[in-house]
């Protein structure tokens, strides 16, 4: 298949090179020099070059906040049956958008940002297909994500935003949070270091990315949860009551396995 991936970061950039077995890439970013760098991918110089190059899919892989846009940008070049897919992490206005545009389209959330993760060694990741998927579309990522031995789960577009206010605003709010109350004057033990380091990670991601996953509309309920289970830990420790420290720690232990 012809496939098409503007936004030449990090994702996109590993995108690329994985599908790129099989398949002719062609990669765009504004970043020229990003382009250049994608190995085994042909260069487009914008947008319009998707009509001399039309692709069957065109996957967006530019930041959250620029998701949209740049399909706005580029559908205008594409072949009329070229399926188009999102990567975003948070969908958002994303399904909106694909209802109105007229193609077919896959959406899809590789769960293993490459802050964090071996991009090299992907096995136990997790990854989303969102359900509403074309079919087609959607079974070129299952054969990716399954060929990398990445676990994949299936939501609606409404089901998987609820979730990531769960599994994203979750740690990142306690990170976030660590980050607020650090001190330089402090003297690190080894659990203060493992936090240091996954705040530091998680603050090298790019602003814009870090305030949409806060502002998914589901992420207000999940900081509610946290915020009422800290009043819980004050009353456990203003009362130091041990037994009831006690079957709270039991309960953590149940919830993390």
């Not at 260069?43 to 001399?52: N, R």
């Not at 579309?137 to 054969?143: I, K, T």
């Not at 060929?147 to 306690?174: C, K, N, Q, V």
């Not at 790019?206 to 992420?219: G, R, V």
Request: with cysteine; net charge neutral.
């Amino acid at each position: 298949m012809k496939i098409a991936i503007i936004g030449a970061g990090k994702m996109g950039s590993w995108l690329a090179e994985m599908l790129a077995d099989g398949n002719d890439i062609a990669v765009y970013d504004t970043d020229s020099a990003r382009t250049k760098a994608v190995r085994g991918a042909k260069a487009l110089h914008g947008v319009a070059d998707l009509g001399g190059f039309k692709p069957g899919m065109l996957i967006n892989a530019v930041s959250l906040q620029n998701t949209v846009t740049a399909f706005e940008s580029a559908l205008p070049h594409l072949p009329k049956d070229c399926i188009i897919a999102d990567v975003a992490s948070v969908k958002g206005a994303i399904p909106e958008y694909y209802r109105n545009a007229g193609f077919r389209f896959v959406s899809v959330h590789p769960m293993f940002g490459p802050t964090f993760a071996d991009m090299a060694a992907l096995r136990e990741e997790n990854a989303v297909i969102i359900k509403e998927s074309d079919r087609e579309g959607a079974a070129l990522f299952r054969n990716l994500f399954e060929r990398l031995g990445i676990r994949i789960f299936e939501y609606t577009f409404e089901e998987h935003d609820r979730m990531m206010a769960y599994s994203l605003t979750t740690p990142f709010a306690a990170s976030l949070v660590f980050a607020a109350c650090m001190e330089n004057t402090a003297v690190p033990g080894a659990t203060f270091a493992r936090h240091r380091k996954i705040a530091r990670g998680l603050l090298s991601e790019d602003d814009h990315l870090l305030a949409e996953i806060l502002f998914n509309p589901y992420s207000l309920t999940q900081l509610e949860k946290i915020t009422s289970r800290l009043e819980f830990l004050k009353h456990i420790i203003k009362g130091k009551d041990h037994e009831e420290a006690k079957r709270f720690f039991d309960k953590l232990r149940e919830n993390v396995g």
